[in-house]
């Protein structure tokens, strides 16, 4: 079968300095991928280039078998690939109401309708009520984005992400900030938010990873030193090495 994402050979500079090298990855349909690695190891410089946000200096990007490297960011989100960014963005002065309903409307084709009275569009409607009630918001819908706690607003960002209808989601830290009870109920919005999707998700706290990932890339200096399910990484000589140290032992 052709896969999600394949990303070859990709290689990125930024001046003289090479972040990105020779980067080879390969994300099965409907597969749940942690990517790994020590800061500054190029994780979401990697996403920025799946996500179209910066572009491969070579090598090439593909979503489900399509080369996607070199178009913008909205050409491959309409193309099924919908991402979260390290930091929340969602809009503050928004309802949690109009940020869902934003996604919704973009999913849905109504994109530039800001004419219409699209609380009108019973799809719409329906659909923005279906994703609140998924993520566990409803009660908080008329809240400005802005004063929900920081847990529900990553909450509501993970739900825009998701339910924007892609196929293909990828999430950079999602939990980071988050207290356990937090990073728990995190966890199991995108297990469920997720099921049948693919996804690829960037994260730091090994029990997210670990509990989640089917498969899991360790990236160091911008180059995968190895990919495989949790056991095999659990396993892997070079990684313990690189990576994860007295943790994996
Ligand atoms: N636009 C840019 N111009 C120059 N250097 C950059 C640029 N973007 C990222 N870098 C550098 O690329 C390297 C990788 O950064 P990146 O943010 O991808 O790492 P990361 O693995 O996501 O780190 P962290 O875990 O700390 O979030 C860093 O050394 C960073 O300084």
Not at 39 to 67: C, M, W, Y
Not at 88 to 105: D, G, K, P, Q, Y
């Amino acid at each position: 079968m052709t896969a999600a994402i394949e990303v070859s050979a990709v290689e990125k500079r930024f001046g003289n300095v090479s972040i990105i090298r020779d980067l080879n990855l390969s994300v099965a349909q409907g597969e749940r991928h942690a990517i790994i690695g020590p800061n500054g190891a190029g994780k979401s410089t990697t996403f920025n280039l799946i996500s179209g946000h910066i572009k491969p200096t070579s090598g090439e990007v593909r979503l489900n078998g399509d080369v996607i490297s070199g178009l913008r960011p909205f050409e491959i989100n309409r193309r099924g690939l919908s991402r979260s960014f390290q930091v929340t963005n969602v809009f503050a002065r928004m309802s949690v109401w109009e940020n869902v309903r934003c996604a919704v409307l973009w999913a849905t084709g109504h994109r530039y309708a800001f004419w219409k009275n699209v609380d009108s569009l019973p799809e719409v409607r329906e659909r923005t009520a279906q994703i609140l009630d998924d993520i566990h918001l409803t009660h908080r819908r008329d809240v400005p984005a802005g004063l929900l706690t920081y847990a529900e607003q990553r909450e509501l960002e993970i739900g825009i992400t998701i339910a924007s209808g892609a196929t293909v989601v990828i999430l950079d830290e999602p939990t980071a900030g988050m207290s356990h009870a937090e990073t728990e109920r995190a966890v199991a919005l995108i297990r469920r938010l997720t099921e049948g999707k693919t996804l690829v998700i960037v994260e730091h706290d090994m029990s997210v990873v670990f509990g989640l990932a089917d498969r899991i890339s360790v990236l160091v200096y911008g180059h995968i030193i190895a990919s495989g399910t949790p056991e095999e990484i659990r396993r892997d000589p070079k990684v313990k090495e690189a990576y994860l140290g007295e943790e994996a032992h």
